[in-house]
């Protein structure tokens, strides 16, 4: 399976809830985010051009565990790596840490469609696609 991706976020101010606490729906948006910078850095896209069609990876199940919160600034690694990958579907863990502790795990199944007329229909992963998963991750750390 591939390697552990890493990067680096900071909690914004309008991530934060009157408490000052990260609001939970922004761990759902920086998992996706984490799945993305993964995308790229084996040169991918969540939605690319493929000889048979466009091919994207909609999601079927997502789910978050919190275990300590998030503040405003505080500087949070997130892990993220593949944990399954059947033939039309790929499930990813991300775990969020702040100074060493892990704080939240989340976890996303998406599945590979083919695109067309603003369908979906769900597909066997290209063998491209695949051989790039699990060969890649072991990228550098990225920090926005």
């Known amino acids: 399976m591939a390697a552990e991706f890493r990067s680096i976020r900071m909690v914004q101010f309008a991530e934060t809830d009157l408490a000052g606490v990260m609001h939970f729906s922004n ?34 199940t997502v789910s978050c565990e919190y275990f300590a919160p998030a503040h405003f600034e505080n500087q949070i690694e997130l892990r993220f790596k593949i944990t399954d990958l059947a033939e039309r ?7 969020f840490y702040r100074d060493g502790f892990r704080i939240a795990r989340g976890r996303t199944k998406a599945v590979c469609c083919k ?9 066997a992963i290209p063998p491209d696609i695949r051989a790039k ?12």
């Open 89 to 95: 579907s790929m499930t990813y863990e991300v775990e």
């Open 133 to 144: 998963i699990i060969g890649g991750g072991a990228g550098p750390v990225a920090t926005s």
């Open 27 to 60: 761990y759902f948006r920086w998992m996706e985010e984490a799945e993305h910078a993964f995308m790229r850095s084996v040169g991918m896209s969540v939605v690319q051009e493929q000889a048979e069609g466009t091919i994207s990876w909609p999601r079927v």
């Open 115 to 123: 695109m067309a007329s603003g369908k979906f229909a769900a597909t």
